[in-house]
C-alpha cells in the first residue's frame, strides 16, 4: 500500500523544466533515505536520485540526468523534490517516489530499487521533441 503520493508530472517540450513533488508522512522525512525512480515502458526500474535520511546533505545521481536534476527535501513540510531541467524526449517516463529505512550509501541505493519498501504511485513525465 503507497504511503507516498507524487505530484508535479505533465508535458513538456524538450529543453523544458517541471518539478515534482513527493508527500507522506513526517517520520519517512526525518528517518529515511528518500529517492526517485522512474520507469519507461518495456524498461526496467531506474534509480536517478537518492538522498540521504536527517539532514539531507548527501545525494547520488544517475548519470543520465547528473547536472540536470536536483533533489531536494523540506522537512518542515514533509515533501520530496525533484527539480529537472533540460529536459529530452529520453527522460520521459512514469516517475516514483520511494523510501528506506537503511542503505549503506546513496550511491549503492541507486541500483537497488527492490530495497525501497515504501513507495507512491507514480506521476507520468512525457517529454516532446
Known amino acids: 500500500q503507497a504511503q507516498l503520493a507524487e505530484f508535479g508530472g505533465g508535458s513538456v517540450r524538450a529543453g523544458g523544466s517541471l518539478r515534482l513533488s513527493c508527500g507522506g508522512p513526517?517520520?519517512?522525512?526525518?528517518?529515511?533515505?528518500m529517492g526517485w525512480f522512474r520507469q519507461a515502458p518495456g524498461k526496467e526500474r531506474e534509480g536517478i536520485a537518492i538522498?540521504?535520511?536527517?539532514?539531507?546533505?548527501?545525494?547520488a545521481y544517475a548519470d543520465s540526468v547528473k547536472g540536470r536534476f536536483t533533489i531536494s527535501k523540506d522537512s518542515v513540510r514533509n515533501t520530496l523534490y525533484l527539480d529537472m531541467n533540460s529536459l529530452k524526449p529520453e527522460d520521459s517516463a512514469m516517475y516514483y517516489c520511494?523510501?528506506?529505512?537503511?542503505?549503506?550509501?546513496?550511491?549503492?541505493?541507486?541500483?537497488?530499487?527492490?530495497?525501497?519498501?515504501?513507495w507512491g504511485q507514480g506521476t507520468q513525465v512525457t517529454v516532446s521533441s
Open positions: 520511494a523510501a528506506t529505512p537503511s542503505i549503506p550509501t546513496p550511491e549503492w541505493g541507486l541500483s537497488r530499487p527492490v530495497v525501497f519498501a515504501v
Open positions: 513526517a517520520y519517512i522525512y526525518k528517518d529515511y533515505y
Open positions: 538522498i540521504d535520511r536527517r539532514g539531507g546533505t548527501k545525494t
